[in-house]
C-alpha cells in the first residue's frame, strides 16, 4: 500500500504521515456502481483515492439525485470531512463511478493529524476550497446554464474521468443526474447529435469535443 500511496500522495505528504496513513489506513477496491457513503449515515472514516472516480450526490424529498461534483486520485472530500469532525450524519451519497481503490482513514486520526503534520492541514483546506469551487460550478450550472448546456458539460466530465470519449451510461442515468426526466434527456441528445456534437449507441454516447 505504502507504494501506491507515495505515487499518489508522496508530493503532498512528508514521510512521517505517510508511513501512519500506512499503519492506520484500510485499503480497499470497489467496484463501478459501489455506494461507498449514503445519506443519513454517520461516517467512521475518510476516503483517500488512489486510483478511479467518485461521484457525490445529493437527494431532494421525493429521492431524485443531483450530481454534485467528481473526486479523483489524490482527492478527498470535503463533505465527509465536515461530517467526521462534527460528527454528524452525511448529507451527500458517494458511488464510485468507475473501479476505484481507496484508502480509508479513522476519524480518530484525523484532528491528530492536523495538529502534527502541516502538510496535513494544508491538504485538508485546499480539499475545502476545491470542493467548495467545485460547489460554486454546480449552481452556476443550475442557474445560468441551460439544460442542453448542462448535459454537453456533463457528457464532457465523464470523458475527463473515464479518459474514454464513449460514455457508458442510460438516458434514465443521466436524468436522474441532472434532475431531469428522461424524455427530455433523450430529446436533447438527440439534438446535440444532429449538430454533430455526439454520436449516440446502444447504452453509450460517443462524444466529439
Not at 463501478?32 to 476516503?47: H, N, T, V
Not at 492536523?114 to 460554486?136: I, P
Amino acid at each position: 500500500m505504502i507504494l501506491e500511496l507515495q505515487k499518489s500522495y508522496g508530493h503532498l505528504f512528508e514521510k512521517g504521515l505517510l508511513e501512519e496513513i500506512n499503519q492506520v489506513g484500510t485499503f480497499k477496491e470497489i467496484p463501478e456502481g459501489f455506494r461507498l457513503i449514503e445519506i443519513g449515515e454517520y461516517i467512521k472514516s475518510m476516503p483517500l483515492l488512489i486510483e478511479g472516480a467518485i461521484k457525490v450526490l445529493r437527494e431532494d424529498a421525493e429521492g431524485d439525485e443531483l450530481l454534485l461534483y467528481f473526486l479523483e486520485r489524490g482527492d478527498t472530500c470535503a463533505m465527509t470531512l465536515s461530517c467526521c469532525i462534527g460528527h454528524t450524519k452525511s448529507e451527500i451519497r458517494a458511488v464510485a463511478e468507475i473501479d476505484t481503490k481507496l484508502i480509508m482513514i479513522p476519524i480518530q486520526k484525523m484532528e491528530e493529524w492536523t495538529g502534527k503534520y502541516r502538510s496535513w492541514r494544508n491538504f485538508v483546506f485546499e480539499s475545502y476550497h476545491n470542493r467548495l469551487l467545485e460547489m460554486l460550478e454546480a449552481i452556476d450550472s443550475i442557474a445560468f446554464l441551460k439544460l442542453d448546456e448542462r448535459l454537453l458539460k456533463y457528457l464532457k466530465d465523464k470523458v475527463k474521468i473515464n479518459n474514454d470519449n464513449m460514455v457508458h451510461t442510460t438516458h434514465q442515468e443521466i436524468a436522474y443526474e441532472l434532475h431531469t426526466s428522461r424524455v427530455v434527456i433523450s430529446r436533447l441528445l438527440k439534438n446535440l447529435e444532429k449538430i454533430g456534437k455526439i454520436k449516440l449507441h446502444r447504452n453509450n454516447i460517443e462524444i466529439f469535443e
